[in-house]
């Protein structure tokens, strides 16, 4: 009865461009995972909310649009308030390495910058979550 | 970082209305075993509620863009639904990319909407083995409408009809689609046929034609007779003609007591099934049936015994009074 691994990907914003979070989705479920995608347009509150009754592991944010400083610490308290503190949480985009501190400081695992090797998503992932 | 917390909490908040707690139970009804049963034990006395309706039709057919407007109008009446997205796992990855909630995120912060996507995972069609459990969770949860949406591949159409009381198939008016349903089945499975994608100019015709094939069924006196609808989930037309249709047939159920029964039948199969299975995995995990069977095929490869006569010999060790 091996647990799959499940990992919501969403890409918050106005911004239109989803293409990189398809990447990682696709990658992700390459390597055997459940990817709940949840595509453009997500606010913070639709992101925790989907990730509790999905009752993922993961989730993982795209963001290109520079709001990551408000969008990160949202979600992160809307989970909280939902019960569902334990879930692992990362992004990808263009962030400057202060907020990147920032953010790790506050509890994102991890931020992947532009042009990260899909293989590197996936080791971060199952560091955390072995095949069992 | 994988712990849990224990059932019996998760129970607990589950009783409560905790959502995060419903979801997580669905993830231990999904790796079943053990913990599985022991969650279904404990809810089933709250479950029976629920009616359930499956949404069913080829891939892109616009399934889930539907299940978004029809939710928006069980809403309106007052409905608390539950919906169950059920997508296919890669025969060679294991890994599944679970894509319906896009169309639905529209109820995402409404607390009477629950939506959950599920992965086939072992199962052969397009369905999970644990969507009966999934539903009844929804169910002891507090929904009264269940939704389940599955692509119409393999096997799935059956093993729809076999959990949904309504079943709508979903068909769009691309080429040859009409002919495409009747080769995979989907003819007879259906209680309402919807041509989706109205909005394209040859969705009369089409639709035309689902009603014309419709005709050659020979329904008995009194049964339902498959309807046909015309809708777009895009321009949100004909969803209050599809809302209509799916209560006349629930109201046809529940005339002279067929709903009654349909839901003995598909208790009694569900029984059936987790016994067959639990059959199967107990003779195979068997070391006396392995040695035994093991021994004797040699006769069989020498052509000393038939294969029955294999089966009687096992049959004797395992003898159900
Ligand atoms: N023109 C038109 N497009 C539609 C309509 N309904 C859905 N679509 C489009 O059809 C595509 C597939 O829609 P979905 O709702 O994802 O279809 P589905 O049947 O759930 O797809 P799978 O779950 O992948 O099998 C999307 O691009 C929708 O925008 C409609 O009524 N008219
Ligand atoms: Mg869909």
Known sequence: MARKVRVLVAKPGLDGHDRGAKVVANALKDAGME????????????IAESAVQEDVDVVGLSILSGAHMTMFPRVMELMKEKGAEHIVIFGGGIIPAEDVEKLEKIGVARIFGPGTDTGDIVKFIRERFPEE | MRERPSIE????????????????????????????????DSIFQRTGNAYRIGFTGPPGAGKSSLLNRVTAKFRAKDHRVGIIAIDPTS????????????????????PDVFVRSLASRGSL??????????????????????????????QSELEISEKAHTVVVVLVPESGDGIQAMKAGLMEIGDIFVMNKADHE???GAAREIQDTLRLKDIPEGEWEPKVVLTSAREETGIDDLIDVIEEHRRHLDEGGRFANMR??????????????????????????????????????????????????????????
């Open chain 1, 35 to 46: 990817i709940i995608y949840t595509g453009l347009h997500q606010t913070p509150e639709m």
């Open chain 2, 9 to 40: 909490s998760l129970l607990e908040l589950f009783a409560d209305g905790k959502v995060s707690a419903a979801a997580r139970l669905i993830t231990i009804l999904e790796d079943g075993g053990k913990d599985a049963e022991r969650v279904l």
């Open chain 2, 91 to 110: 025969p060679f990855t294991g890994g599944a990319f679970l894509g319906d909630r896009i169309r639905m995120q529209a109820h995402s912060e409404d």
């Open chain 2, 125 to 154: 069609g397009g369905i999970s083995n644990c969507t009966d459990e999934v539903v009844d969770l929804m169910d002891a949860f507090g929904k009264d409408l269940v939704l389940i949406e599955t692509v119409g591949v393999g």
């Open chain 2, 202 to 204: 040859d969705a009369e």
């Open chain 2, 264 to 321: 003995k039948k598909i208790l009694r199969s569900r029984v059936r099934n987790a016994l067959m299975d639990r059959m199967e995995r107990r003779l195979r995990a068997s070391d006396k049936v392995r040695e035994l069977l093991e021994q004797r095929m040699e006769s069989v490869y020498r052509g000393e015994m038939s294969p029955y006569m294999v089966v009687r010999e096992l049959e004797e060790l395992v003898s159900i009074q």
